[in-house]
């Protein structure tokens, strides 16, 4: 009786054993997945960040403007060529000002990126959370902001597809089903 309960034991251990690496092997490809997708979608970011640090005036939005002036123009109504004609100060420091939002991008961007490729990947859970409240004010306030000031090009929605990959890889990563907490 002793030997037929401790082969019944061994094999519901062994078979449970099988399960869990099963298990962990389908996390961990998740979890390769999910990491990958975050990284494009900050790196796109980081790639808009820097353009709009670097050269706001090539940067392109609706119809192949310059995304300030279609900002401008979609926000105000009024021309950007007569804007800078009679305010010329001021058409710098609303450029200045978008710059500063570039290097806020950028910034947002590298910590969003390290975060991904390091503690996200190990499967700590306050990179998961960090993931998710950065991306998400982060986008947000960026589609908002293109929204408000009615400036939606082809370009724009692809933050609108970054969120959405970064979601999904949040959600098939979630750490309230993981054995594992950090």
């Known amino acids: 009786m002793m030997n037929t309960q ?4 061994e094999a519901i251990k062994d078979v449970s054993g099988k399960q869990n690496d099963a298990t962990k ?3 961990n ?4 997945i999910a990491w990958i997708l975050i990284l494009l979608a900050d790196v796109g970011l980081l790639a808009w960040g820097a353009m709009a640090a670097i050269a706001p005036e090539h940067l392109l939005g609706p119809n192949s403007m310059p995304i300030l002036k279609a900002e401008y123009i979609g926000f105000t ?12 100060r001021t058409a ?4 200045l000002i978008f710059r500063m939002y570039g290097i806020y991008g950028v910034a947002f961007s590298l910590m969003a990126i390290a975060i ?3 503690a996200f ?5 306050w990179a998961w959370w960090a993931l998710l409240v950065g991306n998400t004010l982060t986008y947000i306030s960026a589609m908002t902001f293109d ?3 009615r400036a939606v090009g082809p370009f724009e929605l692809t933050e609108y597809i970054g969120l959405a990959a970064v979601f999904f890889a949040l959600v098939v990563t979630i750490p309230f089903h993981s054995a594992r907490r950090k």
Do not use: M
């Open 6 to 9: 401790s082969i019944t034991e």
């Open 25 to 27: 092997t389908t996390i």
């Open 29 to 32: 490809s998740w979890r390769r």
């Open 77 to 88: 109504g009024y021309s950007w060529s007569e804007f800078i004609a009679t305010a010329p």
């Open 92 to 95: 710098d420091l609303l450029t």
């Open 116 to 118: 991904a490729v390091t």
């Open 121 to 125: 990947r190990r499967g700590d859970r």
């Open 147 to 149: 929204q408000i000031a």
